[in-house]
């Protein structure tokens, strides 16, 4: 998977500078088809060898692009997890289903056929020598022959801003769009003074489960969570608060009719040692004082 999640960022990526490294780096992590990694700030200064103002910077450029979202913060000592949403379940192309990737074309791509001038060529012309496809003139065809970058690691089999969408590429149209049955529940966090949350990284898949939670909790109880988790720290985006949100306990059931709970009583703070001798004594001088007037009343 960290070759699908890098060939994804390298031929797909609108990133550049150190947010393209940002991509690069959790890419490079990743593990399997979720696309997901644990980092922390040192991590991602050794791998981009730069200081931690310019990688901070970099990653929330990153963030705000939308191709890479923060699944969980960092707690205490445990990093953040990222997740790079468009490089989910991505599979690069197969190799060689598009030619080399750099350089002539080998021979065997040639078809070894001459035809005796260029009048009488066939329909389609094998590539020349330097593979930069035909040649001009009558005799040339209508189809171009494929050739690879001038640059780069990898060759991009698909361009990176045409109109169709590559496999396995979530359509970013698709998740852009909020459902109509969680609009009170982000107009609720939006009247609590959160309107800026960013809810277009959410996928159809996820928006099922926010679905489902509605149900289950209900649209005050999930808004209610994520208003105290915009109070504790800065989100930027509402895919966030789905791990809290599935973490919920059950909904408690209402009361019986004509039940009422009874408020729990305080329980005060047990008493020190000191304290305990005090009452103690003062107990004691009681028990005395009794007892004297008990004797002076015989």
């Given amino acids: 998977m ?7 960022v390298w031929t797909h990526s609108r990133a550049r500078g150190n947010v393209r490294l940002v991509l690069l780096a959790v890419a490079d992590k990743a593990p399997d088809a979720t696309a997901t990694v644990r ?4 991590e991602f200064r050794a791998r981009l060898n730069a200081p931690k103002s310019t990688v901070v910077t970099a990653v929330d450029k990153a963030l705000d692009s939308g191709e890479l979202v923060m699944v969980a913060p960092a707690v205490g000592s445990r990093a953040a997890t990222y997740q790079l949403p468009y490089a989910v379940g991505y599979t690069r192309p197969a190799p060689g289903s598009t030619g080399p990737e750099s350089g002539p074309l080998s021979q065997s791509y040639r078809s070894g056929i001459q035809t005796p001038n260029a009048q009488q060529g066939s329909e389609n012309r094998t590539p020349t020598e330097t593979a930069t496809g035909p040649e001009s003139g009558p005799g040339g065809s209508e189809n171009e022959t494929p050739r690879g970058p001038e640059s780069g690691p990898l060759h991009q089999t698909t361009p990176t801003r045409s109109g169709s969408q590559p496999e396995g590429e979530p ?3 698709a998740t852009t769009t909020i459902p109509d049955f ?7 966090i939006s009247r609590a003074g959160y309107d800026t949350l960013r809810w277009g990284n959410i996928r159809p898949d996820e928006w099922l489960i926010i679905h489902a939670l509605i149900k289950s909790h209900g649209p005050e109880r999930l808004a209610r969570y994520a208003i105290e988790q915009c109070q504790q720290r ?4 509402g895919r966030y608060f789905l791990p809290g949100w599935r973490e919920l ?4 059931a209402p009361d019986p009719d004509g039940v009422h709970r009874l408020p729990v009583r ?4 047990a008493p020190t040692p000191q304290a305990a001798r005090r009452n103690a004594a003062r107990d004691y001088l009681d028990q005395l004082s009794e007892q004297l007037a008990a004797g002076e009343r015989q």
């Fill in 234 to 237: 800065q989100i930027s985006y």
């Fill in 249 to 252: 306990p059950p909904t408690p």
């Fill in 39 to 42: 980092m922390g700030t040192t």
């Fill in 182 to 188: 969680a609009l009170p529940l982000i107009h609720t």
């Fill in 2 to 8: 960290t070759i699908d999640a890098m060939h994804w």
């Fill in 171 to 173: 359509n970013p149209a």
């Fill in 266 to 269: 305080p329980v005060g703070p």
